[in-house]
């Protein structure tokens, strides 16, 4: 007999779906600079069995385990935010084009917050007020679409004049 404290609860979906994508942002680095999960297990004082799980989707991560993987892989965590919470593609992550616009992106919206604390305008306050979440999920999905747009059209023989 099964009581309401037998069956588990569902996991948080949203936060499920991120810790993958973050799982799959730290495999590909861990690929990326040839280190294995021993490797990464003994400079973390983790277990190594414990990490392969963890990498794998076996076991859950916690918060610590997470925020010490991606200080020791040098993961750019807002990148890392706008790859897998913005855009739910966290292979973009490492697409070099997706990393210039979230460093154009950071750099406006440093630029705003600074002028709205020196100034005290009230404008910059409200483009503050105005970026909602869905607001630069919108925005950000018009960007790569635009992007997407230029490379379709790019046609790399026009600036040499050799024919395709």
Do not use: W
């Amino acid at each position: 007999m099964t009581t309401d404290t037998d069956v588990p609860e569902p996991p948080n979906t949203a936060k499920h779906d991120r810790l993958a994508g973050c799982r799959t942002v730290i495999a590909e680095c861990m690929r990326r600079q040839r280190l294995s999960d021993a490797e990464v297990a003994r400079a973390l004082t983790l277990d190594r069995s414990y990490l392969g799980k963890v990498r794998r989707g076996e076991r859950p991560m916690t918060d610590r385990t997470l925020d010490d993987l991606v200080d020791y892989l040098n993961i750019d965590r807002r990148r890392l935010a706008m790859a897998v919470d913005v855009m739910g593609a966290p292979e973009l992550y490492f697409d070099p084009t997706f990393r210039n616009l979230c460093y154009y992106a950071q750099t406006v919206l440093a630029d705003i917050v600074m002028m709205s604390r020196q100034s005290g305008d009230l404008n910059c306050g409200i483009i503050l007020a105005a970026l909602t979440r869905e607001r630069c999920e919108t925005l950000a999905h018009h960007a790569v679409a635009r992007l997407a747009d230029q490379f379709a059209a790019f046609d790399p023989f026009a600036q040499t004049g050799r024919a395709a």
